[in-house]
């Protein structure tokens, strides 16, 4: 049965393709959300699916050689319609997928599990699923677990967006910077002079009524020498002031940074469960007040946990906190294990969020939108690794009132 096109179809179009992830490279982030969600539910199949005009895309995929399917044959152009999972225990005993040519017994189709991906605006660009060649349940972890990673593919769509975005901004700002000297000569030498004789002009015209015909003549020649000097300022003017402050911009406020931590913890919990990873959270204390943009410092949290998470053994234990130090802090330990393993997180955090990637042979590329992010928030970034310790992140963020005092 071929799907109904959601309510907000061109505005969801419009939210993907803004993202301008279709038809890109395979990239090792979402490469692993499939694999653990391959894992974590038992099948041999994961697929990020987005949906296009007339086609389903699969941005990451395993158990399969596909990378496209005609929409029309998408079980996750279903799953867009609502809001939740959409779970088809056994789908050829569903009206919608029942005469579908890919269901079938033994190598066919039979079971279908997919998470929509719901940007922060509230668009479903597709899914994330799983999907097996025999009819099957999941349990109430799984579940969580699939909804959870589907946030981690959102939030990685959504950053790489604004890391874009940002680079784009920073240029843009440090040509303005270029020119700045250019234009302060401009207005403290070269328009000075017509306008002095613009002002003297208009000065006797209104005083007396009088019209002074060499004295507009002047005035008409000057001002016109220095029009593209003129027009040159106010551009540039307008430029300082939208530079930063367009649609893909970070909304900054103030917010309680131990309270989004607290949220970011919660929300890839689920996760760390399937591993079973202990995530001890000690983000309770006190109320730290920042300056930052809530909904992409949480998916920044989410990413770094997400990476401890995928680092560390099973049965590893991470440690979440806020605190103050030399400003609002939040700590993360990837804490060894009692049998003396250690987890995996050190290099990855050290060649994705610390090291100059320009020197680094194959970034994590995750991470390094995440760090800068954090760049844009002002955040310092600390990074060891101690025998018997583990792994410690720290990210400091200026307070709240200093930021204000700055602004």
């Known amino acids: 049965m071929p799907a109904l096109l959601p309510g907000n179809e061109a505005d969801r179009l419009a939210a993907l393709y803004e993202l301008n992830v279709l038809d890109s490279p395979p990239e090792k982030d979402f490469d692993d959300i499939v694999k653990l969600a391959s894992t974590v ?109 589907a946030r981690q593919v959102t939030s990685q769509l959504e950053l790489r967006r604004y890391a874009t975005a940002l680079v784009n901004t920073t240029a843009r700002l440090q040509e303005l910077e270029r020119r700045k000297d250019d234009l302060a000569g401009l207005v403290g030498g070269k328009l000075r002079a017509p306008l002095r004789l613009m002002r003297s002009y ?10 002074n015909a060499e004295m507009a003549d002047l005035v008409g020649r000057a001002t016109s020498a ?31 940074l131990t309270r989004l931590t607290q949220r970011a913890v919660e929300a890839v919990r689920p996760i760390a469960a399937t591993k079973q990873i202990w995530i001890l959270n000690q983000a309770g204390g006190p109320s730290l007040p ?52 250690r987890p995996d997180l050190f290099p990855h955090l050290y060649y994705g969020a610390i090291a100059n990637p320009a020197v680094v042979p194959d970034p994590d590329r995750g991470l390094a939108v995440a760090k800068r992010i954090l760049d844009a928030h002002h955040a310092t970034v600390a990074l060891s690794d ?20 700055d602004a």
């Open 226 to 256: 220095h029009v593209r000097g003129l027009t040159d300022l106010l551009d540039h003017l307008s430029s300082m002031a939208d530079a930063g402050h367009g649609a893909d911009s970070l909304h900054m406020r103030e917010i309680d």
């Open 41 to 149: 539910c038992g099948v041999p199949m994961s697929l990020v699916s987005l949906i296009d005009v007339d086609r389903q895309w699969f941005k990451a995929k395993i158990g399969t050689d596909l990378t496209e399917t005609p929409r029309d044959l998408s079980f996750c152009s279903q799953a867009i319609l609502g809001r939740d999972l959409l779970v088809v225990p056994d789908v050829k005993e569903d009206a919608r997928f029942a005469g579908h040519p890919a269901v079938g017994d033994g190598r066919g189709v039979r079971f279908y599990a997919g998470a929509p991906l719901i940007t922060s605006d509230g668009f479903a660009l597709g899914a994330l699923c799983v999907l097996d060649s025999v009819p099957r349940r999941l349990d109430d972890e799984q579940l969580q677990a699939l909804r959870a990673l």
């Open 386 to 405: 101690r025998p018997g310790d583990g792994t410690s992140l720290h990210v400091v963020f200026p307070t709240a009132e200093r930021e204000l005092i």
């Open 290 to 341: 920042i300056i930052a943009d809530p909904v992409r410092l949480e998916q920044v949290l989410m990413h770094l946990l997400f990476a401890a998470v995928k680092y560390t053994p099973e049965g590893g234990r991470v440690r979440v906190g806020t605190e103050m130090e030399s400003g609002p802090t939040v700590r993360l330990d990837d804490m060894d294990m009692p049998d003396g393993m």
């Open 202 to 211: 208009l000065s006797e015209l209104g005083n007396t009524g009088f019209h």
